[in-house]
């Protein structure tokens, strides 16, 4: 008789809990969006403490966390935002390989650091996979469980735990190497490919000044109020690719950070680009939180990519099939 794989059962979905891996790659000029972890460094490290491939699936959890029902003995990890996980009232260390046993409760309280946690499982979360994917994209209702964020009584299907994931109990991030999100961070951009459509002015201004993350934030883009941004001549361009990171100014003069599930093409000029290295720190606020911008060139961007995915190679070393 076949074994029936482990399943978590949700109890109470919290305010927005998806599906969501490294992202689907390769099908924007079909008009499809790369979605996948807005953190995903957070998801990495997660997947790394518990032996799992990068691209394995798990949760994102948005400020208000899950009730979730262990209906087997699993190993989780939560990583990035501390949203207070407690098991059975007991609270679970973050950053760290935990033990569920069978039957127990997750649940998550207020809110302590940062906007979205990741909570990893050995064997990652398995299912119908979609252009190579399991992360949601709600918009065009790709992925996770029918396209949509998870809600009450949904089951998620626990896929086999590979041979090395015996051998983390008790892992954890080292506490030196694990980030300290604040609600006002400064990012680092680089010129953007229109820079040349906006007066020298834009970029004093976007330097020097602080931006609120508006309420008509989401996965797709964060709207920021602050110091206006002037273009030379119209806001609009031909439309042409865009990315996570990509920083837009359309008429109003108030830019638009392009985040996860940002479409893949944009009609609004782009004053800079968000590096890659900075994209936790900004994947983390909310609205209401605010951030900065400092300038770098493209080459201290690279640099600064390059040595990250070191430093993570080298604390918590990728798994190897």
């Given amino acids: 008789m076949p ?3 482990p399943v978590i059962h949700v109890l109470h979905p919290g305010l927005f809990t998806t599906v969501q891996d490294l992202g689907r790659y390769g099908y924007q000029r079909f008009g499809v969006s790369v979605s996948g972890a807005m953190d995903s460094w957070a998801l990495t490290v997660g ?8 691209r394995a699936a798990g949760l994102e959890i948005t400020l208000q966390g899950p009730e979730l029902l262990f209906e087997q003995a699993l190993t989780i990890a939560v990583t990035g935002a501390d949203l207070s996980p407690t098991s059975n009232g007991l609270a679970i ?23 979205r946690a990741y909570l990893t499982v050995a064997g990652g979360l398995t299912g119908p996979m979609t252009l190579g ?8 209702g790709l992925g996770g469980p029918a396209g949509r964020a998870v809600k009450k009584w949904d089951q998620l299907p626990v896929g086999p735990v590979m ?26 951009v680089m010129q953007g490919p229109q820079s040349e459509h906006f007066m020298d002015e834009a970029f004093r201004r976007l330097t020097e000044s602080s931006y609120r993350v508006t309420s008509e934030s ?34 109003n003069r108030q830019p638009i950070l392009l985040m996860a599930d940002c479409q ?18 900004a994947a983390q606020l909310a609205p209401g939180d605010s951030l900065s911008f400092r300038m770098i060139s493209a080459q201290k961007a690279s640099e600064l990519f390059r040595s990250s995915r070191a430093e993570l190679d080298r604390i918590l070393p990728p798994h190897r099939s």
């Fill in 218 to 251: 989401d996965r797709m883009g964060y709207r920021l109020q602050g110091a206006e941004l002037p273009h030379r001549a119209s806001a609009e361009i031909i439309s042409e690719a865009v990315c996570c990171g990509s920083l837009q100014v359309p008429s």
């Fill in 133 to 140: 994917s399991l992360s949601t994209h709600v918009r065009s």
């Fill in 163 to 188: 041979r090395r994931s015996a051998q983390t109990s008790e892992r954890s991030m080292p506490e030196a190497y694990r980030p300290r999100y604040v609600q006002s961070p400064t990012v680092r």
């Fill in 264 to 281: 893949p093409t944009g009609g609004y000029a782009k004053l800079a680009t968000m590096i890659s290295a900075d994209r936790s720190l």
């Fill in 3 to 5: 074994v029936r794989p």
């Fill in 47 to 54: 997947n790394r403490l518990l032996g799992n491939p990068d």
């Fill in 93 to 115: 260390p973050m950053w760290t390989v935990f033990a569920m046993k069978a039957g127990s409760r997750l649940q998550f309280g207020e809110r302590r650091q940062g906007a």
